[in-house]
């Protein structure tokens, strides 16, 4: 899995195929059953989470200019680059 939402879907695919397997035993499907359980549970998760993640986009996207100010850590840049002045090397400054 390469944690993409489309590498899920293909996971979960993948599961359903192998429910689908007619030649699988009873014990077997039981298994599988219990091991879809597990997918869909931490899928659930998963969606729930990138749900999360758009909400907040479309947050800052429509508000964010009304309580940026508020939240200084998305303001900052995400590395700590050192910021170069350009306006000091135009003038001569150092």
Sequence with gaps: MKNRLTDL???LFMQLE???DETLTAE???SEVDRTDAMVKIADKI???ARLNLQACELVAKHGDRFMKHLPMLAE???S???LDFKKKVEGGQ
């Design 81 to 83: 680059a050192p910021v």
């Design 9 to 11: 879907n293909d996971h």
């Design 28 to 30: 077997h499907i039981a």
């Design 47 to 49: 969606v729930d989470n």
């Design 77 to 79: 840049p995400a590395t």
């Design 18 to 20: 192998r429910l689908a």
